[in-house]
């Protein structure tokens, strides 16, 4: 049984930072392709960032130069760091794991970022 736990999600206003932590039970997290994505409020799922198992990153453009994708295996997770935040970020953010070549994929329950002016 897979499950993801998000953390971090906080309100902040605009221009500061926050990290975003995903922490992964069970599954190969080795070999998981993970995925962070948002969903705001009368609106459908956004992918934010993905990051390979190899360490290969890509970013949104709505997000790029300003958000962050890592992993630590070690530790089995996933981070976030989203600097300079826009009011427009406000979403509630997801984590999610999938497999190359597989239909299976995970999600978590969601943390909450809202960003005020």
């Known amino acids: 049984q897979v499950q993801l736990l998000e953390s971090g999600g906080d309100l902040v206003q605009a221009g500061w930072s926050l990290r975003l932590s995903c922490s992964v039970r069970?599954?190969?997290?080795?070999?998981?392709?993970m995925g962070w994505y948002r969903q705001a409020p009368g609106k459908q799922r956004e992918l934010v960032a993905t990051?390979?198992?190899?360490?290969?990153?890509n970013h949104a453009d709505y997000v790029k130069g300003r958000f962050n994708i890592s992993r630590e295996s070690a530790k089995r997770m996933v981070k976030l760091q989203m600097d300079s935040l826009k009011v427009e970020d406000t979403a509630v953010y997801y984590c999610?794991?999938?497999?190359?070549?597989?239909?299976?994929?995970?999600w978590g329950q969601g943390t909450q970022v809202t960003v005020s002016t």
């Open positions: 990051i390979t198992p190899e360490g290969t990153t």
């Open positions: 069970g599954g190969n997290f080795g070999l998981a392709i």
């Open positions: 999610r794991l999938s497999y190359r070549g597989r239909s299976e994929n995970y």
